[in-house]
């Protein structure tokens, strides 16, 4: 079915750079796209793998092909940053994550992590306004709030962390 709908819009898998030429031939460049697509997806189920028992460096090698073989697929970059914020490489863990908001920003996870990095880098009001898209987006998720409350703890500023871990507390069904 997958390879169906590939086939059908391979503008859909096409990188979105603006400096990669089109190719002469279009029904090869499919079979290409279909190609690196499932080598991508292959790698991030190694990655995922990886990370699941804890091998984030062998993770973050498998994210890095996926990446290369899928630069439009912001799961990829959004696991890749995953792994690089467990190997506390967080110059990396940003760009990567990043990119993934770059791909969709309408994904309240990427921007949770995208705080987290901020967070870890030092950079608090990077990481307060994106946690504060992240709960715009996902408003009823008490991971988000619960989020703002430890950036406030770290903050020092514990009267709004209490109140924000208590709409955190809240928003947990019974």
Same mark, same amino acid.
């Given at each position: 079915? !997958?390879?169906?709908?590939?086939?059908?819009?391979?503008?859909?898998?096409?990188?979105?750079?603006?400096?990669?030429?089109?190719? *002469?031939?279009?029904?090869?460049?499919?079979?290409?796209?279909?190609?690196?697509? /499932?080598? =991508?997806?292959?790698?991030?189920?190694?990655?995922?793998?990886?990370? !699941?028992?804890?091998? /984030?460096?062998?993770?973050?090698?498998?994210?890095?092909? =996926?990446?290369?073989?899928? *630069?439009?697929?912001?799961?990829?970059?959004?696991?890749? #940053?995953?792994?690089?914020?467990?190997?506390?490489?967080?110059?990396?863990?940003?760009? =990567?994550?990043?990119?993934?908001?770059?791909?969709?920003?309408?994904?309240? /996870?990427?921007?949770?992590?995208?705080?987290?990095?901020?967070?870890?880098?030092?950079?608090?009001?990077? #990481?307060?306004?994106?946690?504060?898209?992240?709960?715009?987006?996902?408003?009823?998720?008490?991971?988000?709030?619960?989020?703002?409350?430890?950036?406030?703890?770290?903050?020092?500023?514990?009267?709004?962390?209490?109140?924000?871990?208590?709409?955190?507390?809240?928003?947990?069904?019974?």
């Amino acid at each position: 079915m !997958q390879t169906a709908i590939r086939s059908a819009f391979p503008s859909l898998r096409a990188p979105i750079y603006s400096n990669v030429p089109s190719p *002469p031939d279009s029904s090869a460049s499919v079979g290409a796209v279909i190609k690196d697509a /499932d080598s =991508a997806l292959e790698h991030n189920k190694r990655g995922l793998n990886f990370s !699941q028992s804890g091998q /984030d460096a062998q993770a973050a090698v498998e994210y890095e092909k =996926a990446t290369q073989f899928d *630069p439009t697929n912001s799961v990829y970059w959004y696991n890749l #940053a995953g792994a690089y914020l467990s190997l506390k490489r967080y110059t990396e863990a940003l760009a =990567a994550c990043q990119k993934a908001v770059g791909l969709l920003s309408t994904d309240a /996870d990427y921007y949770n992590r995208l705080a987290r990095i901020h967070y870890y880098m030092g950079s608090h009001s990077d #990481a307060l306004v994106a946690i504060q898209r992240a709960i715009k987006l996902s408003p009823d998720t008490a991971y988000h709030p619960w989020c703002l409350g430890w950036i406030y703890e770290g903050m020092k500023r514990y009267t709004e962390a209490i109140a924000t871990y208590q709409v955190a507390l809240r928003l947990i069904p019974n």
